[in-house]
């Protein structure tokens, strides 16, 4: 029999936890040095000893960046929603997930959350355990693995559960960079993408978020699951590796990161004569800053200045479809077991 002052506790659910990178909570440098200060003190992201980053951090990125970052966001910020995009689409993708289980008749709690900003892993962990759920499976939101990415969600899935008195049973999902309707997906996007420009691309690149090069050599596996999502992509659309390209977006630092650039890329298919080019981001599952202002911003400035004449972005996956099936069947597959 319990003592009377046992509290009441919900239990005997299953949950599902949705993490994607971050976003700031506004557009500006209020909401974006904090941001920034989260992300950039992640030892999985900048693993310098912090004795000598964190000064350089504090005293010299958080009072530059924040500004420059601001303007970026600005550019692509939603202003229907008053959030970012990634932070729009990863709520939508929470949600049909969400309606695809009940309409399966599936009971699983489904929440979503941010490694960097809000909402926090912590608030979507505590969040399920509140609705009652004893076993949670957690997806990051990144097709190929790293560990400045899915590790870096773990390592903050597991510090929360640090705190819990009560732990819930607990899955953390691998990689999906090769997953079939994942590439399916991604084809059936460029098909249906480049249908619509009224013109045919004389390249289609595959750009991906780079890495420090001093990452891979210690044995991240990012560059290989990168290679094989391009490489399964291309076979899929029947392409040759004479019109496909696999590029590094995205550095930060004065390291080596993993080439080739995709800015260099695109600049020497410019000059080279190239006047049609698409580009996709197969390691986003959301369109972001980095696809939205990076790529389809600046690099189509890139490539027009060095006399290309059409560019365009072929969008990620974001809420559409066939993304919510793809995060259904990973989902069903990380709860087997757990539901019928």
């Known amino acids: 029999m319990l003592p009377d002052t046992h ?85 939508e993708q929470a949600e049909g997930v969400s309606k695809l289980f009940k309409k399966e008749k599936t009971n699983v709690q489904v929440a979503w959350a941010m490694r960097y900003g809000n ?52 899955r953390t999902a691998g990689p ?64 040759g590796e004479d019109n496909f390209k696999l590029t590094f977006q995205s550095r930060f630092g004065p390291t080596k990161w993993l080439e080739p650039y995709t800015e260099a890329t695109l600049r020497e298919l410019g000059e080279a004569g190239h006047k049609n080019i698409a580009v996709i981001t197969p390691g986003f599952i959301s369109d972001c800053v980095e696809t939205l202002e990076e790529i389809a911003i600046e690099a189509r400035e890139t490539f027009i200045e060095a006399g290309g004449e059409n560019f365009s972005t072929v969008p990620c996956l974001n809420s559409s479809p066939e993304s919510i099936k793809l995060l259904a069947q990973l989902a069903h597959a990380e709860l087997a077991g757990w539901i019928s």
């Open 7 to 91: 509290p009441d506790v919900a239990f005997g659910k299953t949950g599902l936890l949705l993490v994607n990178l971050g976003t700031p909570d506004s557009p500006d440098t209020k909401g974006l040095r904090p941001y920034l200060k989260q992300f950039l003190s992640d030892k999985r992201v900048i693993e310098a000893p912090s004795i000598i980053w964190q000064p350089i951090l504090r005293g010299i990125i958080l009072n530059t960046r924040p500004r420059k970052s601001a303007r970026a966001y600005a550019k692509i910020w939603d202003k229907e929603t008053h959030e970012s995009p990634l932070r729009r689409y990863t709520r």
């Open 119 to 170: 909402p926090s892993i912590a608030e979507g962990l505590e969040g399920l355990r509140a609705a009652g759920c004893t076993q949670i499976s957690v997806i990051s939101l990144y097709p190929q693995y790293s560990a400045s990415t899915t590790a870096s969600v773990n390592d903050e899935v597991f510090r929360c559960l640090l705190k819990m008195r009560w732990q819930p049973a607990l």
């Open 176 to 239: 999906w960079h090769d997953h079939p309707s994942y590439i399916d997906a991604l084809a059936k996007s460029v098909k249906k993408h480049i249908s619509k420009l009224g013109w045919k691309p004389d390249y289609l690149v595959a750009s991906f978020h780079g890495l420090p090069v001093a990452y891979f050599e210690k044995g991240d596996p990012y560059h290989c699951h990168c290679a094989k999502t391009a490489r399964l992509l291309r076979e899929k659309l029947g392409m």
